[in-house]
């Protein structure tokens, strides 16, 4: 099962389909399970902004992987055991928040990866490899596959984009809207066309490093724009937001 969820989330993105998800907020494995059967490529559980642990996170994990969903988990910080403990317990990509240089994107790839192309901790009796039911190498190997998100988050993370794109293990380069637009001059304006000139200019960077691009929207409009323009990770809203737009939509109806 496991395979089969990372194929169908990597043959998307290798044929250049976009890839849709929300980040998740909620405690209840239940919630996950409803965003995986409705369709959901990926699914953010959310330790950065949000009420959950890691011991939560495991659970989550689990109810993403019945409906077939790639679980993916924003980290808190940048560090070790972070990083660490979320691939331990199963999770198939990772995004690390608050990404600004070069020297932010090598430790993550250090923290996120086995030797030889990083130096993360190294423990078999953990979920991720079966509690030492995986053949040892099997396991290192397969660990080194999954996907490495980094969010560049601010002013001075645009302006040394290119230099962080060198860094070798990036998967994802994820991108907020509003960043951009402040480092543009023309903050808020999202759609700005400094803003979308900026975007396919970061996008042509990443592509030539054999990077992804990925982006945050809340609203159907942008989504289908960041596709149109050829984003590959597009992340749709939070599922309580999600959530609340459709119970409005119901009271408003009546």
Not at 112 to 138: H, L, Q, T, W
Request: aromatic fraction near 8%; proline fraction near 3%; hydrophobic fraction near 45%.
């Amino acid at each position: 099962m496991v395979k089969e969820i990372k194929m169908q989330f990597i043959e998307k993105l290798k044929k250049g389909q976009s890839v849709l998800g929300p980040f998740s907020k909620t405690s209840d494995p239940a919630m996950i399970e409803v965003m995986g059967y409705a369709g959901f490529d990926f699914i953010i559980i959310d330790l950065e902004h949000g009420p959950n642990t890691i011991l939560h996170a495991q659970d989550l994990i689990r109810a993403t992987k019945i409906t077939g969903s790639f679980p993916i988990i924003r980290v808190a910080n940048n560090s070790a055991e972070d990083i660490g403990k979320a691939l331990d317990i199963g999770a198939m990509g990772i995004q690390v928040p608050q990404i600004t240089s070069a020297e932010d994107a090598n430790k993550a790839v250090q923290y996120a990866k086995f030797s030889p192309i990083g130096m993360r901790g190294v423990c078999r009796f953990v979920r991720a490899a079966e509690y030492s039911n995986k053949d040892r190498f099997e396991y290192f190997k397969e660990a080194n596959q999954q996907y490495l998100i980094l969010q560049l988050e601010g002013v001075e993370a645009i302006e040394n984009f290119d230099e962080i794109v060198t860094v070798a293990g990036i998967d994802i380069i994820f991108l907020g809207p509003y960043d951009l637009s402040q480092a543009l001059g023309v903050s808020g304006q999202i759609n700005h066309p400094a803003v979308i000139a900026k975007m396919k200019h970061i996008m042509n960077g990443c592509k030539d490093k054999g990077i992804k691009t990925g982006v945050f929207t809340d609203n159907m409009v942008d989504a289908k724009k960041w596709k149109e323009v050829g984003v590959d990770y597009i992340s749709f809203s939070v599922d309580v937001g999600i959530m609340l737009e459709a119970c409005k939509d119901i009271v408003n109806r009546l």
